[in-house]
Structures are given as C-alpha cells and as structure tokens.
C-alpha cells in the first residue's frame, strides 16, 4: 500500500511540473502551499515503511516486497507480451 501511494504522490508531483504553473492555476482543485503537503507525505510513507523493522511481525514485510513486486511486473509484462500490442487487439473481444 505504501508503494501505491508513493507512486501516487511522486505523479502528482510530476504532473504539476509538466503542466507549469500558468496551467496549475487554471485547476479546479487546488493543493494550498504545494508542493510542501506532497513532500510531507512522501517522507510520512518512507517514514512509516522504515519503521516497519522494529514492529515484530512487520519485520520482514518492506524487504520482502521487492521480490514481489519485481514477481508480479514480470508476470504483467508477459502477459503484456502474449496479448500483443494495443492496436492489435479487438474493440470488442
């Protein structure tokens, strides 16, 4: 779950300085004193997920999840590969 919001907050940021800050303005949600709040929760989650080493039974749970999520983007991209690319595939299947 960490990883997810990671992901999600470093987009945001990434996001924002793709659009410049003429386009940001122009939004209509607006993030007060950005990109602080971003930045906090990154070191919030990064804080949380180094913790997890001194709660018995978490121990093992950050370490771990590497392997994982390198098992699981393997399997997607096979099976990105066998179903071919984008175009290739039937509007309707």
């Known amino acids: 779950m960490f990883f ?3 992901v ?3 987009s945001h940021l990434s996001f924002r300085r793709a659009i410049g800050p003429a386009r940001a303005a122009q939004l209509p949600l607006r993030l007060p004193l950005h990109p602080i709040p971003t930045i ?4 919030a989650l990064l804080a949380i997920a180094a913790t997890t ?5 978490l121990r093992y749970s950050v ?6 999520l390198l098992l699981i ?3 997607y991209w096979k099976l990105q590969k066998n179903r071919g690319p984008i175009s290739a595939r039937k509007a309707n299947p």
């Open 53 to 57: 080493f001194f709660v018995d039974g």
């Open 63 to 68: 370490p771990l999840f590497f392997p994982f």
């Open 40 to 43: 906090l929760g990154i070191i």
């Open 4 to 6: 997810v919001w990671l």
């Open 73 to 75: 983007s393997l399997a």
């Open 8 to 10: 999600i907050l470093f």
